[in-house]
């Protein structure tokens, strides 16, 4: 339970991040109050995405999956760019069009492979300290 926490957390920032350099990437909209207020509308974006990532995109890519199979996986992209697209209209100050959000949704993907590639290397290594 502890270690699934310490991923989401791990997540939660990395995505938080992602999501900071998307928008600077893009050039999409955002509320530049203040440099405060930046950071932690991006951690609440974050944290929002990676709620949604974890609820509704399981559900989204099984009402998907004919469509997903027919383009041969390439309709993830869209379904990753819904998430993207769904989180930021949820996220006060930020806001962004639905074809920066597939593209931020690439951004994103790839960052959580990269985390979850890291975890599965560090995962055998601590089973084996502890036999």
């Given at each position: 339970m502890?270690r699934?926490?310490?991923?989401?957390?791990v997540?939660w920032?990395?995505?938080?991040?992602?999501?900071?350099?998307a928008?600077?990437?893009?050039?999409?909209?955002y509320n530049?109050?203040?440099?405060?207020?930046?950071?932690?509308g991006?951690?609440l974006a974050?944290?929002?995405?990676?709620?949604?990532?974890?609820v509704?995109?399981?559900?989204t890519v099984?009402f998907?999956?004919?469509?997903?199979l027919?383009?041969?996986?390439?309709?993830m992209?869209?379904?990753?760019?819904l998430?993207?697209?769904?989180s930021?209209?949820?996220?006060?100050?930020l806001s962004?069009?639905f074809?920066?959000?597939i593209?931020?949704g690439?951004?994103?993907?790839l960052i959580n492979y990269?985390?979850?590639?890291?975890?599965?290397l560090?995962?055998p290594t601590?089973?084996?300290n502890?036999s």
């Amino acid at each position: 339970m502890r270690r699934q926490f310490l991923v989401f957390l791990v997540r939660w920032v990395l995505n938080s991040f992602g999501l900071w350099v998307a928008v600077r990437v893009f050039g999409t909209g955002y509320n530049n109050a203040s440099a405060t207020a930046g950071v932690w509308g991006f951690l609440l974006a974050g944290l929002i995405f990676s709620i949604i990532n974890s609820v509704l995109k399981p559900i989204t890519v099984i009402f998907a999956l004919p469509a997903i199979l027919l383009t041969l996986g390439l309709f993830m992209l869209v379904v990753n760019g819904l998430m993207v697209y769904i989180s930021l209209k949820l996220a006060p100050g930020l806001s962004m069009s639905f074809i920066n959000s597939i593209l931020t949704g690439m951004l994103l993907s790839l960052i959580n492979y990269i985390v979850s590639a890291v975890l599965e290397l560090r995962q055998p290594t601590e089973a084996g300290n502890k036999s």
